[in-house]
């Protein structure tokens, strides 16, 4: 690691945009050097809390400093690609949170961009950072469950909280709600699923607790099928309690079994474990840390750092991010028209 810090701006300093500014000051390489904050009131609390940060209600302002290394943008689904643009415009490194964008075309736009400038282009999967289910891809890695076949990833959880101005309630910002926490599951499905191919079809079905809401689908599921075989399963509803999380992965020779349960999505203190089958006998794995997406975020900043002081490859590419989105615009499409719906290579979509 260099001896100078790498210079974060932030832009967004909302629930999520906060915790973020923690993660990045709790990192030893890092700085926090840059806030931009939607309102008023939300800069007065930045300045209050981050005394020593340039603070601004106009991210084009934080963008164009010259003093930063990277612009973490933690803003509503809507606004990425637009601030993501004027960040990499702007010859800064970029860790965008998911989903990358709302339409392909827009991923595809920041792919460009980010080439064309030389600058990293990080998603926030931070899921892949995960103490636990980073375990899972490991010993899948490591052969212990043989060739993968299946995969399932569930949630059980209360329902999303508003966000700003009930942004994440409305969909023309939203884009859909397969995009808000789904993603994630996608993400970790094809992740685990590697050695299996590439997603070619899903097939997806939701329902709201909402009739006049449908859009808003409190339970959704879906199956998507990998070209070597293998098979994922992602399911999640926002109609129980508290939040608990279980992904399973089946494959020639053993199996995983991952769960995680806490009253909140971001506690720091969940009950979590990984057992794990090797076709006699069924164990424990330690985990060496906790887990939790506050945990993740942590280390998120610290890759980051590490990729851009360093070299050290991201934890999550642009083109990661980018299949996280088709596949979620894909289930999208197969719960609109009830049919299943395939992806090619290139993650075009169209009905199969």
């Given at each position: 690691m260099t001896?100078?810090?790498?210079k974060f701006g932030l832009i967004g300093f909302g629930a999520w945009g906060q915790h973020h500014a923690d993660a990045i000051t709790k990192c030893k390489g890092a700085e926090l050097a840059a806030i931009a904050a939607r309102s008023e009131s939300s800069a007065a609390r930045a300045r209050e809390t981050y005394p020593d940060a340039f603070v601004t209600t106009d991210y084009r302002e934080l963008a164009t400093r010259d003093d930063l290394d990277v612009v973490d943008v933690v803003v509503p689904s809507d606004l990425h690609?637009?601030?993501?643009t004027c960040v990499l415009e702007n010859d800064k490194h970029l860790l965008l949170e998911k989903p990358m964008c709302v339409s392909l075309a827009d991923c595809d736009h920041l792919i460009r961009l980010a080439a064309?400038?030389?600058?990293?282009?990080?998603?926030?999967h931070e899921l892949r950072l995960s103490s636990m289910w980073g375990k899972v891809k490991q010993m899948i890695e490591d052969?212990?469950?043989?060739m993968p076949q299946y995969c399932l990833v569930e949630l059980s959880r209360n329902p999303y909280r508003q966000g700003a101005d009930g942004w994440r309630y409305d969909i023309d910002r939203v884009g859909n709600w397969i995009l808000e926490e789904p993603i994630h599951f996608f993400d970790l499905a094809k992740w685990y699923l590697q050695r299996s191919g590439t997603p070619e079809t899903v097939y997806a079905t939701a329902n709201s607790r909402q009739p006049e809401r449908p859009e808003l689908q409190d339970n959704f599921s879906a199956i998507v099928h990998f070209s070597g075989g293998a098979y994922a399963v992602v399911s999640q509803t926002l109609s129980a309690f508290e939040h608990h999380q279980t992904v399973k992965v089946t494959g020639t020779k053993g199996a995983l079994w991952a769960s995680w349960s806490g009253a909140m999505d971001r506690t720091r203190h969940p009950t979590f474990s990984l057992r794990a089958f090797?076709?006699?006998?069924?164990?424990t794995v330690p985990i060496d840390k906790p887990t939790g997406e506050l945990f993740e975020l942590e280390d998120q900043v610290e890759r980051v750092v590490e990729a851009i002081a360093d070299g050290r490859p991201l934890h999550c590419t642009a083109q990661d991010g980018r299949w996280s989105v088709a596949m979620c615009l894909a289930a999208s499409e197969s719960v609109a028209k009830g049919k299943k719906i395939k992806i090619d290579p290139a993650c075009s979509l169209h009905e199969s």
């Open positions: 001896q100078s810090k790498v690609h637009e601030i993501a064309q400038q030389d600058r990293l282009l990080c998603v926030g052969d212990f469950i043989g090797d076709g006699n006998e069924v164990t």
